[in-house]
């Protein structure tokens, strides 16, 4: 039987300007960590600044779809090979941050327990909004290992307990939100052809419409595809339900909190700039949730949905 390894990196409470202490576990799923050591990353202040640079050019783009929700740009239009000049220089300065002397315990150890073929779940324990929205998938340590995968973790975390009702098959609540500029019939085509499932679709609900089906039904997957954005704090994010109104997390609390209680285990978003949606998702204790971090042409979206 092939044993997934778990990786975790705790970041404790710092910034750019004094550094992060880092605690590295090693170990298998659903076991307990059998290494752990302590590193530090370095303060480093020009890090931000050169993903804030990358970010500008990138999100000034000529998107065929301008996702709702972010600023219009009066500056010239990006190039393409600008942004990827841009994006290299912030890809050298995150490898060469993460190749520091007093972060050297940490990339020791994990060289020392984990083959370059063994299946590996890493998961970034932290808080800090930008340390989330850094391209981890690009730090050259990752990529030596093509059988590791990336996901963020909230710092504080409960367990939830439920009792799930078996069935058979996995149930799905799609919520196809405002399709303007975007390609939502694509998204219904794919999910209607998942195997042993039973899809029950919302187009453009209403507020009331949503929260309902939350509330009278037990579902194991949340399904959106439409638009989405994040403040730019990253507290806070937004979906856009129907051509009229939008919703935060906070205000379907509730509702589900009860559909994490009855059984709902992962959520996805297929939308732009979802990360402050992960944050405040976080509170419900969801168990997995899938979102893109900044935001994407209709064509990248849906090339993702039908790999998901």
Partial sequence: ??????VVLKFGKGSFETGFPVTLQIG???SRPESEVIGELPPERELPL??????????NLDFAARPKGLPKQKLLISNDRECIEVAQQLRDRFNYWLQSES?????????EKLQTSDIIRVILQTQDYQLQKLPWHL??????YPNAEIAFSAAIYEKVNFSPISTANVKILALLGDSSGVDIATDRLLLEQLPNTEIHFLVEPSCEDLTDNLWQQNWDILFFAGHS???STGETGQIYINQTESLTISQLKYALKQ???????????NSCDGLGLAREFASLQIPQLIVMREPVPDR???TCKAFT
Avoid: H
């Avoid at 050169?50 to 990138?58: D, E, R, S, T, V």
């Avoid at 972060?103 to 060289?111: A, G, H, S, T, V």
């Avoid at 730090?139 to 030596?144: K, M, P, S, T």
């Fill in 139 to 144: 730090w050259e340590l990752i990529e030596r």
């Fill in 300 to 302: 990248v979206a849906r």
């Fill in 259 to 269: 559909a994490v209680e009855r059984g709902l285990r992962l959520a996805i978003f």
């Fill in 1 to 6: 039987m092939t044993v997934t390894k778990l």
């Fill in 103 to 111: 972060f050297r315990p940490i990339r020791e150890k994990w060289l």
């Fill in 50 to 59: 050169n993903f804030n640079c990358w970010q500008g050019i990138y999100r």
């Fill in 229 to 231: 954005s994040s403040q």
């Fill in 28 to 30: 298998e799923e659903n």
